[in-house]
């Protein structure tokens, strides 16, 4: 059973900068996909970044060019570096990790979820 857990997170003025972290242990990281997703107050859970484990990458579309997702698998540690942050991407962010079934990416784990809050 893998274990995640994130650091990082906080309040931030707009346009400024926070690093998410997603360290996971109990197995071997490299496998996996992992990805990131945030919950806003009244809004449905979304995914906001996703890693493959070849470390492709895609984005949602309100986050393209201003967030970057990694891995470093040497550390088993993932990253979210989220830049010219905005008050929308406030809301708990919470990692996950897992593995493709046919196409059907399948959680196996997540994190304990941190507070990311942008406001002046």
């Known amino acids: 059973q893998v274990q995640l857990v994130q650091s990082g997170g906080g309040l931030v003025q707009p346009g400024g900068s926070l690093r998410l972290s997603c360290t996971a242990s109990?197995?071997?990281?490299?496998?996996?996909?992992m990805g990131w997703e945030r919950q806003a107050p009244e809004k449905q859970r979304e995914l906001v970044a996703h890693?493959?484990?070849?470390?492709?990458?895609k984005y949602a579309d309100s986050v393209k060019g201003r967030f970057t997702i990694s891995r470093d698998n040497s550390k088993n540690t993932m990253y979210l570096q989220m830049n010219s942050l905005k008050p929308e991407d406030t809301g708990v962010y919470f990692c996950n990790l897992g593995e493709y079934i046919g196409s059907h990416y399948v959680v196996r784990s997540w994190g304990q979820g941190t507070q990311v809050t942008v406001s002046s």
């Open positions: 890693i493959y484990s070849d470390g492709d990458t």
């Open positions: 109990g197995s071997t990281f490299s496998p996996y996909a």
